[in-house]
């Protein structure tokens, strides 16, 4: 088998709307309904929602967690609200890969903190999609049988999208990254 894996000259949001095409191509090429968008303030998942129809695929729009409004990156009543009228579902947790009580102790480097650095050497984007599948499996809003695609990016936007068979955090070895789409060069 022969696939083709487009990379981007630069990271970020620019390329949100050729990874969303690129992702929607191959959905349809494998039949697969279920997708994950990392957003936080929706702007990208209402993005998806125009080339995926929220009627015919399962998304789930994964938002930071509320520890991080202080930076301004949750996402607001108003702009949840704009994608549940759309039929996306808006998941808003701990991030599996970091956030949790550990990032407190600067000097501890944990398991997580490994894994998510070593998906940073790949994109930015590739440590939020593997990230957002756990989240969304661990919240049940995503099945763990069959591939899904998620999709996030640098900063802002998409410029990353996978296939990739999703598991549950605490079975985190059984995940696997089963094609990539795009991602920044």
Known sequence: MRKTITYFEKAGLENTEETIRLAYERA???????????????????????????SEFNIIAVTISEGYSEEGWTMARDERAALQKK?????TGTHSLSDGVDEA?????????IIAQTLYRFSQGMKVCVEIVLMAADAGLIPVDR??????GTDRGADTAIVVKP??????TELKIKEIICMPG
């Open 28 to 54: 349809l090429e494998l039949g697969i309904r279920d997708v994950v968008v990392a957003s936080t303030h929706g702007f990208t998942a209402l993005k998806l929602a125009e080339v995926f129809n929220p």
């Open 147 to 152: 591939n899904i695609i998620a999709i996030a």
């Open 105 to 113: 102790f600067t000097d501890f480097i944990s398991v997580k903190e």
């Open 167 to 172: 598991s549950y955090s605490r079975r985190f």
């Open 87 to 91: 039929g996306i579902k808006v998941l």
